[in-house]
């Protein structure tokens, strides 16, 4: 009878585990598999986070824009704006208030187009709806040049005061304001 010697004893195991390790890998002869299914899903993961967080920005961008153009109807209804105060003449002021909205601070590389309308189509008297339309486009995908949306903000109430101080021909265009 062979008796194994205390010395022999860790010799044993350590062919044995190697001998172990050497099967498994015959009957598992996938190692790579793992990497390789995650470099294809890897694409499509980053496109749709990519995606995602485009969307939230293209959200907060259309927010902004809401409230610019709020804001400009409320001036807009007054007859009155920051740098044009109610006294003094009744005449336009400089700058315009399309060119005071469209230099409102918007988040962003945000050029907006503001347009100021009255949609009854007469003169307009105190009473009368006025409705201000902001928008930009904006790039989804900006690293491929893909997906450019128009976001537009609008807002519209009805006049306080027969509106002076500004003119409806004086509508912009996107890019036209001029920002100090």
Not at 36 to 44: D, K, M, Q, R
Request: aromatic share 6%; glycine share 10%.
């Amino acid at each position: 009878m062979f008796v194994a010697r205390p010395s022999d004893r860790g010799k044993e195991d350590f062919v044995r585990a190697r001998d172990l390790i050497a099967l498994r890998r015959r009957r598992h002869p996938e190692r790579g598999q793992a990497t390789v299914e995650f470099a294809l899903i890897l694409l499509p993961l980053l496109l749709i986070v990519t995606g995602i967080i485009q969307f939230g920005i293209a959200l907060n961008y259309w927010l902004d824009l809401q409230r610019v153009a709020n804001q400009g109807a409320r001036w807009a209804v007054v007859n009155a704006y920051p740098d044009c105060p109610r006294t003094g003449p009744n005449v336009p002021c400089s700058p315009t208030l399309q060119e005071y909205i469209a230099c409102q601070p918007i988040p962003g590389p945000l050029n907006p187009s503001v347009a100021i309308t009255f949609p009854s189509g007469a003169a307009p008297e105190g009473g009368d709806p006025v409705k201000v339309e902001v928008g930009t486009s904006f790039d989804l995908l900006p690293i491929l040049g893909i997906g450019e949306i128009g976001l537009t903000g609008d807002a519209t109430m009805r006049l306080e005061q027969t509106p002076g101080r500004y003119r409806v021909a004086d509508n912009l265009a996107v890019g036209e304001a001029v920002c100090p």
